[in-house]
Nanobody, 125 residues
């Protein structure tokens, strides 16, 4: 099993900063791409940023230059430093792993699409 737990959300004023964390736990290895998604009420869930195991990054245009994604492959953790936050950044932010090699009863197998429970980010005007 693989569990993703986010933390670091909260209430911040416009222009402020937050750092989100995601820790992956369970019986697994070789976590592939990790990503941050967000979903505001009434909107579809959208990818904010992702980072490959080798450190390559992607950012949505709406956050490029303001958010920085990173990961620690030893700690199996992912982070996103969010700066110059705007009210439109208000959403539930979710951690996502696209693939991991997961321990089963007597073997290992690739499993896909793991999600965290989400952490609320609220940016006030």
């Amino acid at each position: 099993q693989v569990q993703l737990v986010e933390s670091g959300g909260g209430l911040v004023q416009s222009g402020g900063s937050l750092r989100l964390s995601c820790v992956v736990s369970g019986s697994f290895r070789d976590v592939d791409v990790m990503a941050w998604y967000r979903q505001a009420p009434g909107n579809e869930r959208e990818k904010v940023a992702d980072i490959t195991a080798g450190g390559g990054t992607y950012y949505d245009r709406s956050v490029k230059g303001r958010f920085t994604i990173s990961r620690d492959n030893v700690k199996n953790a992912m982070y996103m430093q969010m700066s110059n936050l705007k009210p439109e950044d208000t959403a539930v932010y979710y951690c996502h792993v696209n693939r991991a090699f997961v321990r089963r009863t007597t073997s290992w197998a690739y499993e896909y699409n793991f999600w965290g429970q989400g952490t609320q980010v609220t940016v006030s005007t």
